[in-house]
């Protein structure tokens, strides 16, 4: 459970603006992203499964109805990687053309997907100007504005890596 007021009974100390760490922040804005995202598929599925709350079968039991939750899984987004547990929906619907049932499938969150569509389209521009000219920065202004006192190229983290191998 993430906490963000400290407790002093519980021995922690007051948060002063120097005390914030940059990965308290990060973890405070994952946090609330996964909040919301879970708010917008919770929201996603209720609107599936009212627009079809009418349909009933021979026995009077709804067609489509809410079935539990799929396992957890990993989304990397700008916030970073943050954990998913999407709901699932029992459509017992058939489809008078194929024959088959129907099938719910998220237009927020699709089965298959790991990234968000702006990671993905970072990716190859990240590697592209790593390997051609060494500076990230023109990749990664694709996130936002990057601090300026960061160093971003391949040769600064080379150094960082020979100096913690020798």
Excluded at 27 to 42: F, N, S, T, W, Y
Excluded at 61 to 81: I, K
Excluded at 120 to 138: K, N
């Amino acid at each position: 459970m993430l906490t963000v007021v400290p407790d002093p009974a519980g021995g922690d100390r007051p948060l002063t603006d120097s005390s914030i760490s940059p990965s308290l922040i990060d973890e405070i804005v994952r946090e609330g992203a996964r909040r919301m995202l879970a708010e917008a598929l919770k929201a996603e599925v209720d609107a599936y499964i009212a627009a079809f709350a009418d349909e009933r079968d021979e026995f009077g039991r709804r067609l489509v109805v809410r079935n539990g939750s799929h396992q957890a899984r990993e989304v990397l987004t700008a916030a970073g990687a943050i954990e998913v547990t999407a709901p699932r929906i029992n459509d017992k619907r058939i489809d008078p053309d194929t024959g088959e049932r129907q099938r719910f499938s998220s237009s927020i969150l699709p089965p298959w997907a790991r990234k968000t569509p702006r990671i993905t389209e970072v990716l190859p521009l990240l590697y592209l100007h790593g390997l051609s000219s060494g500076d990230f920065v023109p990749a990664l202004g694709q996130f936002g504005p990057w601090p300026q006192n960061v160093d971003t190229s391949c040769h600064a983290a080379s150094r960082t890596l020979s100096d913690r191998c020798s």
